[in-house]
């Protein structure tokens, strides 16, 4: 399809890790982003992984990309009550300027 | 560290009415970008802007609407006549060159059209 797809909710335990999915859709797509949105505020822009990549670690943040199944996932370690947002992959397709997002997966982390 | 900013972050306005929302992007970046993200909706892609000229739209963005950088600082979005489904959050972005990894965001304006 022509989306870039997630699921749209995600709960988990304080302390427990969290993986939130994405499938992208081009597979001349450069780069892939990780965007975290709290509510009310704008986009904060996670990590990024080049598509010459499988893996990107960022301290809790762990990006894995599997190129052949166009799917990013982004792995939050020793979740806290903070990491609660919607979180938004994006692909950069074809060296074209403009990002598509996913819907959101919206985090909840239970105390 | 340099942030992208906008303002209003909040704006209401009537159906009919012309709106400007304006951002200023990071200092020593050349491409700009307006999103919009309707209430529970996806983020989509309006805009790019690079050396004073469009380079980039979408469908959303069509002759309602208009961009431009004033001076050296302001990159601005006009809606000429706002429509009730042109509510939304109003994202802004940008990047150091084309081909850059990844695009700034300032926090969003929030446009409700009554």
């Known amino acids: 399809g022509e989306d870039v797809e997630q699921s749209l909710f995600l709960s988990v335990r304080e302390g427990d890790s969290s993986v939130i999915n994405c499938t992208y859709t081009d597979s001349s797509s450069t780069y892939l982003y990780w965007y975290k949105q709290e509510p009310g505020a704008g986009l904060q822009l996670l990590t990024y992984?080049?598509?010459?990549?499988d893996m990107k670690q960022d301290q809790r943040l762990t990006v894995l990309l599997n190129k052949k199944d166009k799917h990013l996932s982004l792995r939050i370690a020793d979740t806290q009550t903070g990491d609660s947002a919607i979180y938004f992959c994006a692909e950069r397709r074809d060296y074209g300027q403009n990002f598509v997002f996913g819907p959101g997966t919206r985090l909840s982390v239970l105390p | 560290e340099p942030e992208v900013t906008q303002t209003p972050s909040h704006q209401v306005t009537q159906m009919g009415q012309e709106v400007i929302l304006r951002c200023v992007p990071i200092s020593n970046h050349l491409y700009f970008y307006w999103y919009r993200q309707i209430l529970g909706q996806k983020v989509e892609f309006l805009v790019s802007f690079y050396n004073n000229e469009i380079s980039e739209k979408s469908e959303i963005f069509d002759d309602q609407f208009s961009v431009e950088r004033p001076d050296g600082s302001n990159f601005t979005l006009k809606i000429r006549s706002t429509k009730l489904e042109d509510s939304a959050m109003y994202f802004c972005a940008s990047s150091t060159q084309r081909g850059q990894e990844t695009q700034y965001f300032g926090p969003g304006t929030r446009l409700l059209v009554l």
């Open positions: 992984i080049f598509s010459n990549m």
